[in-house]
């Protein structure tokens, strides 16, 4: 199933397909594995309670479970080869951020990892779900030492962004 909506990211135009989490990633034409792959991340907290803050006043007031959930956002790229980040932003009992993954020539290795983003994800490992796995670990790790509320749901929501050029026809 196929959506037409578009985001901006700089000077190119990126759609995204919806793809269901049952069903396998499908295969695009042209195959994006070589290049750079962007990510629309959706991640809630259990039964969506607001843990991460409120709405007051039309804006969004962070709680203490919701400023972790920012600051460790930004520190993905810091645990995590070949990464960029897109949009991100918190709200009451979810997040949503852009993930770009730009895979570098597979017969160069990686740089070792530094004992800290050995702590934040699974070593060897560069794939979306590892990413996230991390991100959650890691913000339900400084909320339990603190002592902060804070319940994920067990999944994450992920959208494919394609870019312009590889846009593949909605009449399919």
Not at 23 to 37: E, K, Q
Request: net charge positive; with cysteine.
């Amino acid at each position: 199933m196929f959506h037409g909506i578009a985001y901006y990211a700089g000077r190119i135009k990126w759609h995204y397909i919806k793809i269901n989490i049952a069903l396998p990633r499908p295969v695009l034409p042209g195959g994006i594995t070589g290049g750079a792959a962007a990510y629309f991340i959706t991640i809630c907290t259990q039964h969506r309670s607001y843990y991460f803050g409120d709405i007051i006043n039309g804006s969004m007031r962070l709680s203490h479970a919701g400023v972790l959930a920012d600051v460790l956002w930004y520190q993905i790229p810091h645990h995590a080869h070949h990464i960029e980040l897109g949009a991100f932003v918190v709200m009451p009992n979810h997040i949503h951020g852009i993930l770009i993954l730009n895979n570098a020539d597979p017969s160069v290795p990686d740089p070792p990892l530094s004992p800290s983003q050995k702590r934040f994800r699974n070593p060897g490992k560069n794939t979306v779900s590892s990413i996230i796995g991390g991100y959650k670990s890691a913000v339900s790790r400084h909320a339990n030492r603190l002592g902060i509320p804070r319940a994920w749901q067990s999944r994450f929501h992920d959208h494919h962004l394609i870019p312009q050029r590889r846009r593949i026809p909605t009449d399919q």
